[in-house]
């Protein structure tokens, strides 16, 4: 059975830092590339964050470039999102992804999310 599950999230104070960390368990980690995304009140699922099976390359959403980390550590199976300087509008329900290409399928495995709030 494949679980996914985040951990990390709550109420932080604008300006202030967190680490989200989503930890896997059924699945070949190491062979996936793993995303967060995140869904605010109101609005659709974005994507923030993706880091590689290979390589552990990662991209970011434009709005977080240089405010958000993404890591791994295939030992652990678990993925991590360093939240820096957060913002108001970093609000939002933050969700993992497990994602494996496999003969021209995708196959997409998602954790129950983790809610962020930010305060003044």
């Known amino acids: 059975q494949v679980q996914l599950v985040e951990s990390g999230g709550g109420l932080v104070q604008a300006g202030g830092s967190l680490r989200l960390s989503c930890a896997a368990s059924?699945?070949?980690?190491?062979?996936?590339?793993m995303s967060w995304y995140r869904q605010a009140p109101g609005k659709e699922r974005e994507l923030v964050a993706t880091?590689?099976?290979?390589?552990?390359?990662?991209n970011y959403a434009d709005s977080v470039k240089g405010l958000f980390t993404m890591s791994r550590d295939n030992v652990k199976k678990t993925v991590y999102l360093q939240i820096n300087n957060v913002k108001f509008e970093d609000t939002a329900v933050y969700y993992c992804n497990a994602r494996l290409g496999v003969f021209a399928r995708l196959l997409d495995f998602w954790g129950q999310g983790t809610q962020v709030t930010v305060s003044s």
């Open positions: 880091i590689t099976s290979i390589g552990g390359i990662t």
């Open positions: 059924g699945i070949t980690f190491s062979i996936f590339a």
